[in-house]
């Protein structure tokens, strides 16, 4: 009899915040669980995002058999436009998130010029499907926008359960609460491995219902007189429905208005015209045009929710308080709450706004991180979990290290075995053999892929460190004219720099530069056999240690020579 083997391979998303990705193997029938993308630090300058590297999938491609996203956040949906030109199987998804995911690609393809066909299967939130002969069950969560859902794979010991992003809120609205039921029902028929998101599990308690925006700034609503205008991540439809509550409860309309026609709060109000069933609770009597923005008249009867991703919100704040924006000017009447809390990658732009929001006139608000916890599992929605489907193993996901061990904690609290609990990190391919863990671990090479625009791992780490020489240290450039055929320099060298050192102050240097450059010019023409590129590596090589000698910087080093 055949051994039943299951293989679990993060590709990414361990020990970083985002990027989140793993491969399912049930008997050889691979499975694709969500992929996201990350923003990047501070100083991967120029990167917009981090997508995971694909080269271990491209070369099975032909035993995945799907791909299963749990909800609409792009940290587990926005690398798919890239994942697809490599692996094309069908995406399993629930409605909200198929949709979202139906204007990504769309979206990709029209940008990058790019074309491919795509296969969605919407599902229901209590599914159970087979693929590829695999039993999959689908269970609605709580998570910050609707339709998110945790799966479970059957294998021959028992399901393997990916908890996605969840809290436990048994007040939440309709479309935002998790079937309880559904995971007990789970729960009994066992678990040989759980899956659990781990990013909040140092924080005591339950995070219900400390995730709710609505009583941290309610006093404000009650207080303000004329317009108020509120930021938050369109990423986040839970706040967006509880601020629209706050704007009919207090007798004042909500415009929406995410200056990125693609933002989520945007592309989630025009799907919401073509369904049958509410994905949020507004009433379109409450909802106003953006025309209103502007209307003098009736500013005290305004909500303007100003909606955008992380990287993006502050940047438009700063233009609205530059002046940039035609519909939007800051008035003194004006009470502005600033409820997108700071994320790793946004901090220098964050700052940067909210200390230009405090020169203005206007009224001002900001919640800090504290205030604004997110929808990730606190210690007491993890045992819950835990005490709900009784797993075998335990396996940490999305999450520092640091946060794995303090997962782990709370695993060991609720009597799960030290020898039970696995620590992976991304590439290392953990096996069970009929049901039973092996000691041994595989791995595979995982490298991050810096998306710049729209390329695909077209920004390496020297165009990173060039980046980032260019923000220190400056640039200069060396101008030489030559003919093509003598080799003699026929126009005076002439050397520029930016953001190096005053050039008052660099007559000495700009001299040693030039009679350098020239020099090596010299030795090219007695040279026959010689090649003008080594000449550009050599002057740039030698105003390099010359440089850093005088100046102890290291600007970038630019030789341009013109052949006539």
């Not at 794979?153 to 996605?164: A, D, E, I, M, Q």
């Not at 230009?356 to 919640?367: G, R």
Request: with cysteine; charged share 30%; proline share 3%.
């Amino acid at each position: 009899m055949n051994k039943s083997v299951v293989k679990l391979t993060p590709i990414g998303g361990q020990a970083e915040n985002g990027k989140s990705m793993y491969c399912l193997e049930i008997d050889d029938q691979w499975f694709i669980i969500d992929a996201g993308y990350r923003f990047p630090e501070v100083d991967k300058l120029g990167v917009d995002v981090i997508i995971p590297n694909f080269d271990y999938l491209k070369e099975n491609k032909d035993k995945i058999k799907a791909i299963f996203i749990t909800h609409g956040h792009d940290d587990v949906m926005g690398a798919l436009p890239y994942l697809l030109q490599e692996v094309n199987v069908p995406i399993y998804t629930t409605d909200l998130t198929a949709d979202l995911i139906d204007q990504l690609l769309k979206r990709y393809m029209r940008h990058s010029h790019v074309s491919y066909k795509y296969k969605i299967k919407r599902v229901n939130m209590n599914a159970t499907i087979k693929v590829a002969g695999v039993t999959v069950e689908f269970f609605p969560i709580t998570h910050s926008i609707p339709g998110s859902v945790g799966l479970a794979f059957l294998t021959p010991n028992g399901y393997v359960v990916y908890s996605s992003e969840f809290i436990i809120d048994f007040g939440a609205p309709e479309r935002f609460r998790c079937n309880i039921q559904k995971m007990m029902e789970i729960g009994k028929k066992g678990v040989l491995a759980l899956l659990c998101e781990s990013s909040y599990s140092k924080n005591d308690g339950y995070t219900s219902p400390k995730h709710k925006l609505t009583d941290k700034i309610e006093s404000i609503f009650e207080d303000a007189t004329g317009r108020i205008i509120i930021s938050s991540y369109a990423q986040n439809a839970f706040r967006t429905q509880e601020i629209a509550q706050l704007a009919k409860k207090y007798n004042r309309k909500i415009c929406f208005y995410g200056r990125d026609k693609y933002d989520n709060t945007n592309t989630i109000m025009r799907i919401a015209r073509h369904t049958k069933r509410p994905i949020l609770d507004i009433h379109p009597s409450y909802i106003a045009d953006s025309k209103a923005i502007s209307d003098k008249k009736n500013m005290d009867k305004l909500v303007v929710l100003l909606s955008g991703s992380p990287r993006r919100i502050y940047h438009d704040i700063l233009d609205i308080i530059d002046g940039g924006d035609e519909k939007l000017k800051l008035q003194e009447s004006d009470t502005f709450i600033v409820a997108s809390p700071v994320l790793p990658g946004t901090e220098k732009i964050a700052n940067r706004a909210i200390n230009e929001l405090y020169k203005t006139d206007t009224q001002i608000h900001v919640l800090k991180n504290k205030e604004l916890q997110s929808m990730h599992a606190s210690e007491e929605d993890i045992k819950v979990l835990i005490q709900i489907l009784n797993p075998k193993y335990f396996i940490p996901i999305k999450g520092e290290y640091q946060h794995f061990v303090a997962v782990s904690d709370v695993a060991k609290k609720m009597s799960i075995k030290d020898d039970n609990i696995i620590i992976v990190d991304n590439g290392e391919i953990i096996t069970f053999n009929d049901g039973k863990l092996q000691d041994y671990r595989d791995s595979i090479t995982i490298e991050d892929v810096m998306i710049d625009g729209l390329g695909i791992g077209d920004v390496g780490v020297k165009v990173i460190d060039d980046r980032n020489q260019l923000q220190n240290d400056g640039v200069v450039i060396i101008g030489m004219t030559i003919d093509g055929k003598t080799k003699e320099i026929v126009a005076n060298t002439d050397v520029q720099t930016r953001g190096f050192i005053y050039l008052k102050d660099s007559e000495n240097i700009v001299r040693a530069i030039i009679e350098m450059a020239e020099k090596e010019l010299e030795a090219y023409k007695k040279d026959d056999n010689g090649d003008i590129r080594d000449v550009r590596q050599t002057i740039k090589d030698k105003a390099n240690r010359y440089i850093i000698k005088e100046t102890g910087k290291r600007p970038v080093i630019l030789p341009v020579i013109i052949e006539l």
